[in-house]
């Protein structure tokens, strides 16, 4: 049981005693306890396999590779379109996650033997994502924009696409663009602080204010 996971849980403002639960079901399957992106996270080997983290109307745990599982009672969920490899598990009590806890179990299992067996999820490649129009036309006529878009690392230029493809309305697809162009001249990712690291490694723990 890492510290770091005991003083999230003890902070905790919603789901404390579910995720408190979740936290106990993953560690009796045998995974070493960190904790990443701010939340409790799981992994055999160094290789993520689960985290637990929590939202405004359901907690839940999260599979890293969620697609490649055989989800036999049909209850992963895909957070979003674009979300390409993992897939949740989501509750909204603490009675829901006793009674399922055997089903929990058993993906949890499942996902290990994933992790062992070595499999990778076959990810999408930048160039095949569709661009919307406002970032094309931003990329037709800003030189200097295009050269330091097309310079971030394919994952940077992901986050981004994401981030103003999900917009409804393109006139919030153009605000997008505008508000994070001097973050992409700059190299800097959606997802990264300022010190230029993403969120996600271990290196950089977040607390860091965006530009």
Not at 70 to 96: H, K, M
Not at 171 to 195: A, H, M, P, Q, Y
Request: overall charge neutral; aromatic content about 8%; proline content about 3%.
């Amino acid at each position: 049981m890492n510290p770091k996971v005991d003083n999230f849980l003890a902070t905790a403002k919603k789901w404390r005693d579910e995720m408190t639960l979740l936290r106990q079901i993953v560690l009796d399957c045998h995974l070493n306890e960190e904790l990443k992106w701010g939340v409790p996270c799981y992994d055999l080997n160094s290789a993520n396999v689960v985290l637990i983290h929590g939202f405004k109307e359901y907690c839940a745990i999260l599979f890293h590779k969620g697609v490649l599982l055989n989800d036999s009672e049909g209850i992963l969920i895909q957070q979003t379109e674009n979300v390409q490899s993992a897939r949740q598990l989501r509750f909204s009590s603490l009675q829901q996650i006793k009674e399922q806890e055997p089903i929990i179990k058993a993906y949890i299992f499942e996902a290990i033997e994933v992790e062992k067996a070595g499999l990778k999820v076959a990810l999408k490649k930048t160039n095949e994502y569709v661009i919307p129009d406002e970032l094309q036309d931003k990329l037709d006529n800003d030189i200097t924009f295009k050269n330091a878009f097309e310079g971030l690392t394919p994952g940077r230029q992901r986050g981004y696409i994401y981030h103003f493809a999900s917009a409804k309305q393109a006139k919030t697809r153009i605000s997008r663009i505008e508000e994070n162009t001097t973050r992409i001249l700059n190299g800097i990712g959606f997802n990264d602080c300022v010190c230029g690291k993403s969120k996600r490694m271990p290196s950089c723990d977040g607390s860091h204010k965006n530009v």
